[in-house]
């Protein structure tokens, strides 16, 4: 298993400003992940944070909007650029090849 | 498109009765099926995974089967217990973006075991 901590764990951020957010994982892993959960819809996955290279960004997610740094195997970030409402929720890190383990989670406001 | 349904309403039981919940799926094959357990304000935390050539599997109070004919996975507690009120959720793998294995998930079952 692993031990995922996250941080900021909440934020309150202006329109048009961006957040960063960060995941630091216990141990060594090959794959890391950002979710996103809304309130009333399953968690869906943004992107697969790949060590070295460019994160894999699932259907109706992009660079521009949700760039991810994975400088090393246990650490990662996501950043939420160019704020809107809409971009409220709660974002999660996750690690583990079959089963997950997912960091606390930062609830995200937008005004 | 792949679909994950599980029970919607809130499921209530009475403390030391088998809570069974229920995961269906369609439009697609998973290799293996898990089940979370999702506490307010955490993240999710795995519980078991089974894989399409198992029937069951079985962990300390908690037994899970799936039915790929069926498309089809059903979460047991036996012996419930209030700490045992939590949302579960249900995910089945398949391949996302890049042909990465991702998970997809079910929007959960809420469970709440009385006293």
């Known amino acids: 298993s692993a031990v995922i901590s996250q941080k900021p764990s909440r934020d309150i951020c202006q329109r048009g400003t961006s957040l960063t957010i960060q995941c630091q994982v216990d141990s060594q892993v090959t794959m890391m992940f950002w979710y996103r959960q809304q309130p009333g819809q399953s968690l869906t996955l943004i992107a697969t944070a790949n060590q070295g290279s460019e994160a894999t960004y699932e259907s109706g997610f992009v660079i521009d909007k949700f760039p991810i740094s994975r400088p090393n195997l246990t650490f990662s970030t996501l950043t939420v650029s160019n704020l809107s409402p809409e971009d409220s929720s709660i974002y999660l890190c996750?690690?583990?090849?079959?089963?997950?383990?997912f960091g606390p989670g930062t609830r995200l406001t937008v005004l | 498109s792949q679909k994950i349904e599980q029970n919607s309403e809130a499921l209530n039981i009475q403390e030391g009765k088998t809570a069974t919940l229920t995961c269906n799926y369609t439009n697609y094959s998973p290799a293996y099926l898990q089940w979370y357990r999702q506490d307010p304000g955490r993240g999710p935390v795995f519980l078991l995974l089974?894989?399409?050539n198992e029937k069951e599997k079985r962990k300390e109070r908690l037994k899970v089967t799936f039915d790929t004919t069926l498309k089809q996975s059903l979460f047991h507690i036996t012996a419930s217990q209030p700490a045992d009120s939590a949302t579960y959720l249900c995910?089945?793998?398949?391949?996302?973006?890049?042909?990465?294995?991702?998970?997809?998930w079910g929007l959960g079952t809420s469970l709440a075991v009385n006293p």
């Open positions: 089974i894989r399409e």
């Open positions: 996750s690690a583990g090849d079959n089963e997950q383990f």
């Open positions: 995910a089945l793998d398949s391949l996302g973006a890049g042909n990465n294995r991702k998970l997809i």
